[in-house]
């Protein structure tokens, strides 16, 4: 009796597994962004941008994009290492006319899939994203029209400083004006 020495396989690594795990450490790194966009299970898909009749595109092949909802992905080479150095995390906006709108690709060599070409352009940089909305949420709390500070309690104030927001607040007996002096006097003597 001899022993073989080929292989038989059980050593190979599982390459599915393996992508799996690289996937999955990519997307821990995008955790926090998954979260502003309220998301708990996202579909993150990473994916090679390349040029493609001259525009940068991703493809994503009909099961990618099936489900209907949007993916999120971010710039990977063929073996998931990042190719951004920024790690910038972009969403596609699901499309339900993707089949019309998106050219496929060639059919690929082996399996004939066809992946849909989606111009990077389209893809939204949720950082990005986040922060002109964060920016735009400071901005509305600062236009916010101030109160006018509190008079002194034992002087009076001049009535030709009566704004007409102030005489509307008087006559509807409600807390309209700008003072917050006036708006308090108005709740305290006319809620009660």
Same mark, same amino acid.
């Given at each position: 009796m001899t022993l073989s020495t080929k292989d038989l396989g059980k050593n190979k690594p599982?390459?599915?597994?393996?992508?799996? +795990?690289?996937?999955?450490k990519l997307k821990e790194k995008h955790i926090p962004l998954f979260k502003k966009e309220g998301v708990s299970n996202p579909k993150f898909i990473p994916r090679?941008?390349?040029k493609h009749n001259g525009e940068l595109i991703i493809g994503f092949y009909e099961r990618d994009v099936y489900g209907g909802v949007d993916i999120y992905t971010e710039f990977v080479s063929r073996d998931y290492k990042p190719e951004d150095n920024q790690?910038?995390?972009?969403?596609?906006l699901y499309n339900? +006319?993707?089949a019309t709108e998106y050219p496929l690709s060639d059919?690929?060599?082996a399996t004939g899939d066809r992946r849909y070409l989606i111009p990077v352009e389209e893809l939204i940089c949720v950082a990005d994203f986040h922060k002109e909305k964060d920016i735009k949420e400071i901005e509305e709390e600062n236009d +916010?029209?101030?109160? +006018?500070?509190m008079p002194d309690p034992g002087s009076d104030v001049p009535y030709a400083d009566m704004t007409l927001r102030d005489f509307c607040a008087i006559e509807w007996k409600q807390p309209v004006s700008q003072k917050k002096w006036l708006n308090t006097l108005i709740t305290n003597t006319f809620t009660k």
């Open positions: 599982n390459k599915a597994l393996d992508s799996r +795990e690289k996937i999955k090679m941008a390349y790690r910038r995390l972009y969403k596609w339900a +006319e993707y059919p690929h060599a +916010e029209v101030p109160f +006018e500070a």
